[in-house]
């Protein structure tokens, strides 16, 4: 997405005029509706006047494309000059400007240094590093760019440093990035011009940018689909920003506490579709391509058994049992039997183990006794159910007691919901009565009737990869759980059933499609368009939306025990419950990587929405 652009003529004439950053900034707020950050605003105000100087002598309408959004994520290209070579071959050159004045090495972190940001020093991608995963993102998933032959050129301005007298970036550790992009420092700027005009000798008026940005986004690498390579090559799946750094992180401390025989606790937070489940399996295959021992860990069957599935790909002599493996499975462990186990939505943690919740003393304390290094990746709004313990006070309960270095970091970068923090933001605000008029740049409708609904989710299901879910609001009865003709959920002339019980993964089995899922079958994972039913759970009444726990179904069991609990406190299982309810729609509502669509029963709630969505468009 493109968040402003101009030809060169207008960008030197907005430079000279001072204006450049109020031109930036006021397209921010008209695409996003709401103010961005003073230090971004400084960061465009101090670092983009440094190329007039660069882009001089360029033909008057080369295009020049500022906070160029990668399509899937939440990270933006600085700056993007387009136009034609002396051969009238389309060319971008992408450029990471950095305001930076000194880096300092990070021993033992690859691809990361230390910078001063803002008045405290702190740990951040090598430019190159950065610049070298957009130039990947950009060749890889956008179509026009391979389509029409768009050449990518990577660069690297670091306008108040001296290269020359700093070698800190030019280390032999980082030479496979820098010799892939070009560096330029503060006394570099004629060699940065000179590559300029000899990449672009004629103007595009921005139809280079336009036809990137019009283009056919194909999918992130999702999990799903390269789980078999992932544990194969280091190199497969490229990891963004906090990514990179939170990963070299949990290989640091895994190499530290096998050599040094110490225990340590790592908290990974973030939102959906921040990379948790991406990051996690990325780092099962590195720590044990490292010689390290230790399994993915989830409380949800769902997720592990789909990478399973994905992984062996049909080759049933493998066996990967051992590198997945229930959260309920640690009671029995030794201290120490793993050196590490990496802990995927840590959120659904429980006390007790077992079909009947009778094994065990409590899931964190047998995992962090389990491993040598457990890492919890963990976002708490998506705790869905009265036993969920996944709490990150609970995790620093059990390790201070036994004395246990912990260690918080916290994902960021936003790779579902086709990238957009302020859809999350919207759902937030829509689901916990906040304000609502945030604008972002997701493919989010309220469909009329739920019938209209399975209808769209049927023509999105071009890949396999589009499902309709619902909450838990309709009965399941387990003697008609493999019986796709028996329709559990009814709502006027629609009727449907409840996704199947046998082995096949609601999230890869073909038929799905004709089936409805619950959170349990979602959460973790990720499709690119989601249909979601929202039951008569939750509700529109004076001006607010509200919880009513008295519609969910009683044959499903997150608020199990719940009114021998109110006997209690009823005041505090009121709240856990509405908290619940609410937590299991922004899941659901939060699975879709290019698209949601949604379907509300309760009239006023329905159209509520459907006067958002108007609101939306304007």
């Not at 000899?198 to 595009?204: E, F, L, N, Q, R």
Request: proline share 2%; glycine share 6%.
């Amino acid at each position: 997405m493109v968040l402003f652009s101009c030809l060169k003529k207008d960008f030197i004439n907005y430079i000279d005029k001072g204006i450049i950053s109020n031109k930036v900034y006021d397209a921010y707020k008209n695409t996003f509706n709401k103010k961005t950050k003073l230090n971004q605003i400084k960061a465009w105000a101090n670092s983009l006047p440094f190329m007039k100087e660069i882009l001089k002598d360029l033909p008057q309408d080369v295009g020049i494309t500022i906070e160029y959004n990668i399509p899937l994520t939440s990270k933006s290209i600085d700056l993007v000059i387009s136009g034609y070579n002396e051969f009238k071959e389309k060319n971008i050159i992408i450029v990471e400007l950095k305001g930076w004045e000194y880096t300092r090495l990070v021993p033992n972190l690859d691809g990361v240094v230390k910078t001063k940001i803002g008045n405290k020093e702190k740990n951040v991608l090598h430019p190159a590093y950065q610049v070298l995963s957009y130039h990947d993102l950009l060749s890889n998933y956008n179509i026009n760019i391979e389509k029409e032959k768009i050449n990518i050129t990577s660069v690297v301005y670091l306008h108040n440093y001296e290269l020359e007298l700093d070698n800190t970036l030019y280390d032999k550790k980082f030479r496979p990035y820098y010799n892939k992009v070009y560096m330029f420092g503060k006394n570099d700027g004629l060699e940065f011009k000179n590559l300029v005009n000899s990449i672009i000798k004629y103007g595009d008026n921005l139809d280079i940018i336009n036809m990137i940005d019009k283009s056919e986004i194909r999918p992130t690498k999702k999990m799903l689909d390269v789980l078999d390579k992932m544990l194969n090559s280091k190199k497969e799946f490229t990891l963004l920003d906090d990514q990179k750094i939170i990963m070299e992180e949990i290989l640091k401390e895994a190499k530290n506490c096998y050599i040094e025989n110490v225990k340590k606790v790592m908290i990974i937070k973030g939102g959906p579709g921040t990379g948790k489940s991406v990051l996690a399996i990325k780092a099962l295959g590195e720590l044990l391509s490292l010689g390290l021992m230790g399994s993915y860990v989830s409380k949800n069957m769902a997720p592990r058994k789909v990478y399973k599935e994905k992984l062996v790909n049909g080759d049933n002599e493998v066996s990967i049992n051992e590198l997945f493996k229930s959260s309920g499975h640690f009671f029995r462990d030794k201290d120490n039997k793993y050196d590490f186990l990496l802990v995927d939505e840590a959120h659904r943690l429980q006390e007790k183990s077992g079909l009947h919740n009778n094994i065990g003393e409590n899931q964190i304390k047998e995992i962090i006794n389990a491993a040598r290094l457990s890492v919890f990746f963990i976002d708490e709004k998506q705790i869905i159910t009265l036993k969920d313990i996944g709490k990150i006070n609970n995790i620093k309960y059990f390790a201070k007691n036994r004395n246990i270095e912990i260690k918080e970091l916290e994902l960021t970068s936003q790779f579902r919901c086709n990238g957009s923090n302020n859809y999350l933001d919207f759902l937030d605000n829509i689901l916990y009565n906040k304000k609502n008029n945030i604008k972002f740049n997701f493919d989010f409708k309220v469909i009329d009737s739920p019938l209209e609904l399975k209808e769209l989710i049927n023509i999105k299901n071009i890949n396999n990869n589009a499902r309709l879910v619902a909450g838990f609001c309709w009965p399941r009865q387990s003697k008609t759980a493999d019986n796709q003709d028996y329709h559990d959920i009814k709502i006027g002339d629609f009727s449907m059933s409840w996704n199947l019980k046998h082995g096949e993964q609601f999230a890869t089995r073909i038929n799905a499609i004709n089936e409805v899922g619950c959170v349990y079958n979602v959460q973790g994972l990720e499709f690119d368009y989601i249909g979601v039913i929202i039951g008569p759970d939750l509700k529109y009444e004076n001006g607010k939306i509200i919880t009513d726990y008295t519609k969910r179904a009683n044959t499903e069991k997150s608020l199990y025990g719940l009114h021998v609990l109110m006997k209690e406190n009823k005041e505090y299982y009121e709240m856990l419950a509405d908290t619940i309810i609410r937590n299991t729609y922004r899941v659901l509502l939060t699975r879709g990587i290019k698209g949601c669509y949604v379907y509300a029963v309760d009239k006023k709630l329905q159209e509520y929405l459907k006067k958002i969505q108007v609101k939306l468009h304007l």
